[in-house]
């Protein structure tokens, strides 16, 4: 309780500054929302704050891009003006983020959902198209791979996809990732690794007898080379692609959406990464988007609930919204309504450390 009421007690002395004057906002006190998080989200966020900062008296809010794990870090680190109102994130919170949170003081957090996206292995405009499954992602990538006796595990032969596949291209595996503190990494290793790890049956059982041996085996990703961080910058990702036919990037849809004159996505399982097989389920490396706000910091912080508002209104992530044209996928209409609602209200989420 010391914790939490300190936090109020700094919240209330920068709100107390803030209304002193231009002055005391200068130097003390924050005139903007401030938002920090995932790559993958952070193109959404831009176009709301854009929208936002001119359709409203309240300046633009400063959007940047530090992965879903550094943003949920930086979100967690406290109440007040020196820390961020929200955070984007391409996955859910996890518990420890949320022990974390509530440690410091951040015992009333918001989750917005706001629609869906896919993972994409996307690679030049020019080069071959490939038709790839989760088990030759998995068997690409993975740290170790099962070898020739059930149960053993060798370290990845594999240098080109043809040697997991013959009707694969005989070229050098290299694909470009995001790093781990990435929720599209986290999303794509649970999604299409795992897949791929669990068609092998002595793996899949592994999952009941023995799951930290299990999620070893199926979400550590090689590091001979085969797969290169290459940051969180999406776009420099579809630089490197351009300029490297042979290789293969792994990014949001939304960055193939709007780069679909540089590069094109690889088909999963026989399905194509497109808007309309992931609104309906059919891409396997699909997954849900979120931001995480601070309860505590709206209407101390000018234009947070606005922004909120604006980010969950129809005209911004509604079917016809101006978040659709940019590669967001909407969520069903009972669902935009939900959430919408619990924005409104301000519902915070159940916290298990409170």
């Known amino acids: 309780m010391a914790k939490r009421s300190t936090a109020k007690l700094l919240l209330a002395s920068t709100l107390i500054s803030m209304a002193i004057g231009g002055t005391a906002v200068a130097q003390s006190g924050r005139d903007y929302v401030y938002v920090v998080g995932s790559s993958t989200v952070y193109p959404f966020s831009t176009v709301v704050a854009e929208r936002f900062g001119r359709s409203s008296e309240f300046k633009t809010p400063k959007v940047e891009s530090t992965g879903s794990g550094g943003g949920l870090k930086l979100f967690c680190d406290g109440v007040g003006v020196d820390y961020p109102d ?29 629609g869906y996206d896919g993972i994409v292995l996307a690679n030049a405009i020019g080069a071959p198209a490939v038709s790839l499954t989760r088990a ?41 990732g995001p790093p781990p503190t990435s929720g599209t990494r986290d999303a794509f290793v649970e999604l299409a690794m795992e897949g791929g790890c669990k068609t092998i049956p002595w793996i899949k059982e592994l999952k009941n007898t023995d ?6 085996i199926c979400h550590t990703i090689r590091e001979d080379g085969a797969f290169v961080e290459a940051g969180e ?20 849809f939304s960055f193939l959406d709007q780069n679909a004159e540089k590069v094109k996505g690889a088909a999963v399982d026989g399905v194509e990464p497109t808007f309309d097989a992931i609104a309906d389920g059919s891409y396997p490396v699909s997954r849900p988007l979120y ?7 709206v209407d101390v912080i000018p234009g947070l609930r606005g922004f909120l508002r604006e980010f969950t209104s129809e ?19 009972d669902e935009r309504s939900e959430v919408a609602a619990n924005v409104r209200e301000l519902k915070s989420l159940t916290l298990a450390s409170q």
């Open 233 to 252: 910058n999406d776009n420099l990702i579809v630089q490197k692609l351009e300029a490297n036919p042979d290789a293969f990037g792994i990014f949001g």
């Open 315 to 333: 005209r911004a992530w509604g079917d016809e919204g101006y978040l659709s044209d940019r590669g967001l996928i909407p969520m069903p209409e």
């Open 211 to 216: 799951k930290n041996r299990y999620k070893a």
């Open 86 to 114: 929200v955070t984007n994130s391409s996955r859910a919170i996890k518990q420890s983020e949320v022990d974390t949170c509530a440690a410091n003081g951040v015992t009333e957090i918001v989750e917005v959902k706001i």
């Open 136 to 176: 030759d992602l998995y068997h690409a990538l993975a740290k170790e791979v099962p070898g020739g006796a059930e149960g053993e595990l060798i370290e990845n032969p594999n240098r080109t996809w043809a040697d997991i596949n013959p009707a694969l291209p005989a070229t050098r595996i290299e694909v470009l």
């Open 291 to 297: 931001f995480y706000a601070k309860k505590a910091h």
